[in-house]
């Protein structure tokens, strides 16, 4: 019987032929079928723990179109023992160029016979013996980052805006038209396996070949956690990432997680909203920092700010936010409450002290986990 494996796309991997032996045999014959399509074999050997004293043929004239044949063979007179043996290991490697989620090992007898000998050289009919296919599923791997950061290896929070990169993870192009967002998007469905061993279904945003955005299932809970991406052709990719209660990150202008902060400037005055300025402006090829004029002393200017995986903060206490290296208060942390996923921060109203502090880091801390550092420009 061959063992069933899985095998990233692009990498190596092992299938194991195994047997229930009943510990008269002394030679053992096949031939292993494989897709050429969506696998080569580099190579077949005894499997670690095979019977002492064991030899392995192969015969490799056919592995150009998926076949190989095999002999594992004992000493004359000697015999196996008796239950379950693993006997070869078969190291193939996954093409990249496939779009198979799964393919079959499977036994014939090109270009050698199926046959089991016993130690007294009698043979045992193949057709009384089970050759059982076992089946290799064929993963992609996957990149998973915050949408807004882009930041890797950072932990991710539950309700937050994902994106996963990688390769064939949609047939096509498609983005969300309706809220609730769609669990399935241009035929392409996303599955997070949580630390507790909940399985759920993840809101899509945009489904494309190279990239997914969608949002973190709600509950999904702290540790390490398992992400797998089908296609609409049944391609599989997977991915693993952590999961943290916070893990906050800014989104920005030039959506790269760089540069100016997505957001505005509020301008209050007397305590009555007077106007709402743009913090960001176009320079031909990319947003840049647009000067914010603090203006007369009667003025108060407050930041809002947009990002993602902090809206389950601890506190206003648990955060401390600057501008240039000057603590900024925060008047609020949480979800934004129209987008899906989306986050909210007001800073403010902001130091008369920055006046003249041109281009400076806004940095925000939430819960001891920092977000991405964004700019700011005061005149």
Same mark, same amino acid.
């Given at each position: 019987?061959?063992?069933?494996?899985?095998?990233?796309?692009?990498?190596?991997?092992?299938?194991?032929?195994?047997?229930?032996?009943?510990?008269?045999?002394?030679?053992?014959?096949?031939?292993?079928?494989?897709?050429?399509?969506?696998?080569?074999?580099?190579?077949?050997?005894?499997?670690?723990?095979?019977?002492?004293?064991?030899?392995?043929?192969?015969?490799?004239?056919?592995?150009?179109?998926?076949?190989?044949?095999?002999?594992?063979?004992?000493?004359?007179?000697?015999?196996?023992?008796?239950?379950?043996?693993?006997?070869?290991?078969?190291?193939?490697?996954?093409?990249?160029?496939?779009?198979?989620?799964?393919?079959?090992?499977?036994?014939?007898?090109?270009?050698?016979?199926?046959?089991?000998?016993?130690?007294?050289?009698?043979?045992?009919?193949?057709?009384?013996?089970?050759?059982?296919?076992?089946?290799?599923?064929?993963?992609?791997?996957?990149?998973?980052?915050?949408?807004?950061?882009?930041?890797?290896?950072?932990?991710?929070?539950?309700?937050?805006?994902?994106?996963?990169?990688?390769?064939?993870?949609?047939?096509?192009?498609?983005?969300?038209?309706?809220?609730?967002?769609?669990?399935?998007?241009?035929?392409?469905?996303?599955?997070?396996?949580?630390?507790?061993?909940?399985?759920?279904?993840? =809101?899509? &945003?945009?489904? #494309?070949?190279? !990239?997914? %955005?969608?949002?973190?299932?709600?509950? $999904?809970? +702290?540790?390490?956690?398992?992400?797998?991406?089908?296609?609409?052709?049944?391609?599989?990719?997977?991915?693993?990432?952590?999961?943290?209660?916070?893990?906050?990150?800014?989104?920005?202008?030039?959506?790269?997680?760089?540069?100016?902060?997505?957001?505005?400037?509020?301008?209050?005055?007397?305590?009555?909203?007077?106007?709402?300025?743009?913090?960001?402006?176009?320079?031909?090829?990319?947003?840049?920092?647009?000067?914010?004029?603090?203006?007369?002393?009667?003025?108060?200017?407050?930041?809002?700010?947009?990002?993602?995986?902090?809206?389950?903060?601890?506190?206003?206490?648990?955060?401390?936010?600057?501008?240039?290296?000057?603590?900024?208060?925060?008047?609020?942390?949480?979800? =934004?409450? &129209?987008?899906? #996923?989306?986050? !909210?921060? %007001?800073?403010?109203?902001?130091?008369? $002290?920055? +006046?003249?502090?041109?281009?400076?880091?806004?940095?925000?801390?939430?819960?001891?986990?920092?977000?991405?550092?964004?700019?700011?420009?005061?005149?």
């Amino acid at each position: 019987m061959a063992a069933s494996a899985s095998i990233e796309r692009n990498s190596q991997g092992t299938v194991f032929i195994e047997v229930d032996a009943r510990g008269d045999e002394n030679t053992f014959g096949t031939s292993i079928n494989f897709d050429p399509r969506e696998l080569a074999i580099i190579g077949a050997a005894l499997a670690p723990g095979a019977p002492a004293g064991s030899s392995l043929l192969v015969n490799s004239s056919q592995s150009a179109n998926g076949r190989l044949g095999i002999v594992l063979t004992m000493p004359i007179g000697q015999s196996v023992s008796a239950g379950h043996l693993r006997l070869i290991e078969l190291t193939f490697h996954a093409r990249e160029d496939g779009v198979s989620p799964s393919t079959s090992i499977s036994f014939g007898d090109l270009p050698l016979l199926r046959q089991v000998v016993k130690a007294d050289a009698t043979a045992i009919p193949a057709s009384s013996v089970a050759f059982v296919p076992g089946t290799v599923t064929l993963t992609r791997s996957i990149a998973i980052v915050s949408a807004a950061s882009f930041l890797p290896a950072q932990p991710i929070a539950p309700l937050s805006i994902v994106s996963a990169f990688g390769r064939h993870l949609a047939t096509s192009e498609a983005s969300a038209s309706t809220v609730p967002l769609p669990l399935e998007l241009g035929g392409t469905r996303v599955r997070v396996r949580d630390a507790a061993g909940f399985d759920r279904s993840a =809101q899509l &945003f945009y489904s #494309g070949p190279s !990239q997914i %955005n969608f949002v973190i299932p709600e509950g $999904t809970s +702290s540790g390490p956690a398992a992400l797998t991406i089908t296609a609409g052709d049944g391609a599989v990719s997977t991915g693993t990432f952590d999961v943290a209660p916070v893990s906050p990150a800014f989104f920005t202008s030039n959506s790269n997680g760089i540069g100016v902060p997505a957001g505005s400037a509020y301008r209050y005055r007397a305590g009555v909203l007077i106007s709402e300025e743009a913090i960001a402006t176009w320079d031909g090829a990319k947003y840049v920092t647009k000067p914010i004029d603090l203006g007369p002393d009667t003025d108060q200017i407050f930041l809002v700010l947009y990002g993602t995986g902090f809206r389950f903060n601890t506190g206003l206490s648990a955060i401390q936010s600057s501008l240039a290296g000057k603590p900024i208060t925060t008047a609020y942390a949480g979800s =934004q409450g &129209f987008f899906v #996923g989306e986050d !909210q921060v %007001n800073l403010g109203p902001l130091a008369r $002290t920055l +006046s003249s502090a041109g281009v400076s880091n806004l940095s925000l801390i939430v819960d001891g986990k920092p977000a991405n550092v964004v700019t700011i420009e005061i005149k």
